[in-house]
């Protein structure tokens, strides 16, 4: 089946920095979303993006569906976006939405 | 929207009890999910709905899994007999016309 890996697995940041998060398919998928798992467990959407760009505050993300994968940049980390980052595409021909195993990021204060 | 509406929010039980599990999906979303977390497996796909019918369920796990959408705007996810192992966090989303998520906040199930 469809491999989706997350990179990096776990990532430690102080309050301020800049990260960029990455999501690989081993096949083509489609509709791909970004979400944050919050401490309390609620998946929030970041980004429904296929592909391109798209910003949203300090948050923005890249799809190049012909390559398979999609980025993630965070600037000017804050401590509220501590939690775990899912990238999920959906199989193509289906509409089966298939998750990574998530980059669990920290921010310190 | 209230979006995605899940009920309880937690759920305790005694191994071999049944646990039914309810949803409600943001109104007029036309493709309804249930998807279940662990700590060992992620988040995985347990079956979707379309239009109140079932498209796919090969993710449920065994035949003490059952999922059943009367209407537009209630599904079920029930599990009889429950075990152990069946402890994780189940999540339903709805989109529309398969599209993007949205997920309800989850029901957090320990079975005895």
């Known amino acids: 089946g469809i491999q989706v890996e997350q990179s990096p697995p776990d990532l430690i940041l102080q309050e301020g920095a800049n990260s960029t998060l990455r999501c690989n398919f081993s096949?083509?998928?489609?509709?791909l979303q970004w979400f944050h798992q919050n401490p309390w467990g609620q998946l929030i959407n970041l980004f429904y993006i296929p592909s391109g760009t798209k910003q949203n505050g300090r948050l923005s993300a890249t799809t190049v569906a012909t390559e398979r994968y999609s980025l993630l940049y965070i600037s000017s980390s804050q401590t509220t976006d501590s939690g775990v980052y899912f990238c999920a595409g959906g199989l193509v021909g289906t509409y089966k939405y298939i998750f990574g195993t998530g980059t669990r990021l920290k921010v310190l204060a | 929207d209230a979006g995605v509406i899940q009920s309880p929010r937690h759920e305790v039980t005694e191994m071999g009890q049944e646990v039914t599990l309810r949803c409600k999906p943001i109104?007029?979303?036309?493709?309804l999910f249930w998807y279940r977390q662990t700590m060992m497996r992620g988040l995985e796909l347990l079956i979707y709905?379309?239009?109140?019918?079932?498209?796919?369920d090969s993710g449920m796990p065994e035949d003490r899994f059952s999922a059943k959408m009367p209407n537009a705007s209630f599904s079920t996810l029930k599990i009889q007999p429950s075990e152990p192992r069946d402890s994780a966090v189940y999540f339903c989303?709805?989109?529309?016309?398969?599209?993007?998520?949205?997920f309800g906040s989850g029901t957090q199930l320990s079975v005895l």
């Open positions: 989303a709805s989109s529309l016309w398969g599209g993007e998520l949205f």
């Open positions: 109104s007029g979303h036309d493709y």
């Open positions: 096949d083509s998928v489609n509709n």
């Open positions: 709905f379309n239009n109140n019918v079932p498209i796919d």
